[in-house]
Every structure is written in structure tokens, then in C-alpha cells.
């Protein structure tokens, strides 16, 4: 029903992929500015495959501009010459910071003068990668961006490498798994009079809702909350974007994926609804804590 001229509200950009702070937060540029300040000469490394460059560029423009000592170094991978997005971008940034910014282009279905920088990006490509063009031990962020199995592939080698968890961001596009259970969300579902009900009550935006969901329907907090409050944020459903995150102010959940919070946030109680299932009576909510 939408037509020209009509006017929709959209949430604000969220998220954790920006450098230094553990906030799912505005995505907000002042973050980057104030943070990156307080490193001496901060060495930022990006790997990114495809349109996982998008907000890279982002992070690359602001923390080169904003720190005059910080370096930048971007793995980017693509199929081929002509797909690499934000080309000329990266062109300019090259010409702009000369010794602070270097790009290498990695093409799988391309052959390039260095055989290193062809081909898909595997476990062997990855660990020459990190022996040969950056030094993994000097770096004080890093990010990536991506397909899950590459994202995957690279935390597992900078885990191995014992790189410090703390210093890598990631973003996914998707956990590439197919639609599984989890991805439950418009599930119809409805309480149980003659059955076991869990109680779950939320705040969001400042109002409390309250719903039921039958203990034998086993469904996300999610799919439960939606029924009574169709404006509960969520996005993937996957358990990858961290739009449903919530803290979890009473009761106990089953959370089956997460590659959204880090780990402070989940000390600090925070779940994906999306993800979440209840192992107690009643649960309560708060969207936004
Ligand atoms: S909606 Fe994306 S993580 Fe739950």
C-alpha cells in the first residue's frame, strides 16, 4: 500500500561494529572519533569479502581522517576486478593517506601477479595472508565483514593465533544456515487455556506488554512478544543482527545462537529474543535497557 510521497519511520542504525566500544549503541561516527583518540598510532586491519566493504569504508574514512597517526590496512575480497564496490573510493583513500592506508585486492576468479592475492580465501590463503602481508601481533582492531564462512574462518585463525577476542569486530550478512526452527518469527501461536502457559511481560519504548505462550509450543521470545507488540524490533531472525537484542530481567532462557553480543553484554544479561526460548514460568523483558 506504500506510494510516492508516503512517509515511513525506520529505526536508527545499531550495533557493535565500531571501533572500541562494546555498546550496541547508535553506530555513531563521535564514537569512532572519541575512541580512537586514545590510541597511540592505532593500527586497524579490515578483511572484508564483497558488499562486507560497505561499512568498512565507513570506519576506514572516519578513523583515517580523525587520527593523523593511525594506519589502516584492508584485505578485500572479491570474484573479480570489475565487482569490487566502492572502487574509486578506495582509490581516493589510497591517494589521500599514501603511507596510512593499503588495500589488497584478493580475486578468486582472477589470476594477478601474485598468486597470493588469487583465488578464494582459505584456510592456507588466510594463514599466508596473515604471515605475509599483516603482521597480526601490531594490530589494535580488527574487522570483519562478510559471508559467515569466511568471517568464521578468520576469528578461528585469529583465535588460534591468540589474538585478543577484544580487539575483533565482526558483522554478518547471515549465519549462512538455511531456515531452520529458529527462524520462527509470524509463527502463529496461540495460548493454551487448558495448558501450561509461560507468562512473559516486557518493557518497550516505555510501555509494558504482556503475553502467553504454551509451554508445549516451545516458541521464541520473539514470535511471542510480536503477538501482542508488532513494533518489537527484530531484523534477521538468525541471531546475527542483534536488532531483538533484550536484557533478560527475570527468568531463564535457552539461547541457541548468537553472533550479534559479545561477551560482556551477555554477562550483563542481555539475549537475542530472536534466539531465545523460556526454561522457567515467567519470563520478564526489558527491550529497552
Ligand atoms: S533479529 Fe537479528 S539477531 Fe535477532
Redesign the pocket.
Known amino acids: 500500500t506504500l506510494e510516492a510521497g508516503t512517509q515511513i519511520d525506520v529505526m536508527n542504525p545499531q550495533g557493535a561494529f565500531v571501533s572500541k566500544t562494546h555498546l550496541t549503541g547508535l553506530n555513531n561516527p563521535e564514537v569512532i572519533r572519541e575512541e580512537i583518540a586514545k590510541i597511540d598510532n592505532p593500527h586497524l586491519v579490515a578483511i572484508a569479502a564483497g558488499s562486507g566493504i560497505t561499512p568498512i569504508m565507513a570506519i576506514a574514512q572516519t578513523v583515517l581522517s580523525e587520527s593523523e597517526d593511525s594506519t589502516f590496512e584492508l584485505i578485500f575480497a572479491n570474484k573479480g576486478g570489475s565487482e569490487v564496490m566502492f572502487a574509486e573510493e578506495i582509490g581516493d583513500l589510497k591517494d589521500k593517506y599514501p603511507t596510512r592506508f593499503a588495500v589488497h585486492h584478493v580475486l578468486s576468479r582472477e589470476q594477478r601477479v601474485n598468486p597470493l592475492f588469487s583465488g578464494r580465501i582459505d584456510s592456507e590463503k588466510l594463514q599466508l595472508l596473515l604471515d605475509n602481508v599483516v603482521r597480526t601481533e601490531a594490530i589494535d582492531e580488527w574487522f570483519l565483514c562478510g559471508p559467515f564462512e569466511l568471517v568464521q574462518l578468520v576469528r578461528d585463525e585469529l583465535n588460534g593465533r591468540k589474538v585478543d577476542e577484544q580487539t575483533i569486530r565482526y558483522e554478518l550478512f547471515t549465519t549462512g544456515k538455511p531456515t531452520g526452527s529458529q527462524q520462527q518469527?509470524g509463527r502463529h501461536v496461540e495460548a493454551d487455556p487448558d495448558g501450561k502457559n509461560v507468562e512473559i511481560t516486557f518493557n518497550l519504548d516505555g510501555l509494558s506488554g504482556k503475553v502467553e505462550s504454551p509451554e508445549s509450543a516451545n516458541e521464541t521470545l520473539?514470535n511471542a512478544t510480536l503477538r501482542a507488540r508488532p513494533d518489537v524490533?527484530?531484523?534477521?531472525?538468525?541471531?546475527?543482527?542483534?536488532?531483538?537484542?533484550a536484557k533478560l530481567v527475570e527468568g531463564e532462557v535457552d539461547m541457541a545462537e548468537n553472533?550479534?553480543l559479545e561477551k560482556d553484554e551477555i554477562e550483563k544479561g542481555y539475549i537475542?529474543?530472536?534466539?531465545s526460548r523460556p526454561k522457567t514460568a515467567t519470563i520478564k523483558l526489558d527491550f529497552d535497557a
Open positions: 518469527t520473539l524490533p527484530f531484523a534477521c531472525a538468525g541471531g546475527v543482527c542483534g536488532t531483538c537484542r553472533f550479534a537475542l529474543t530472536c534466539q
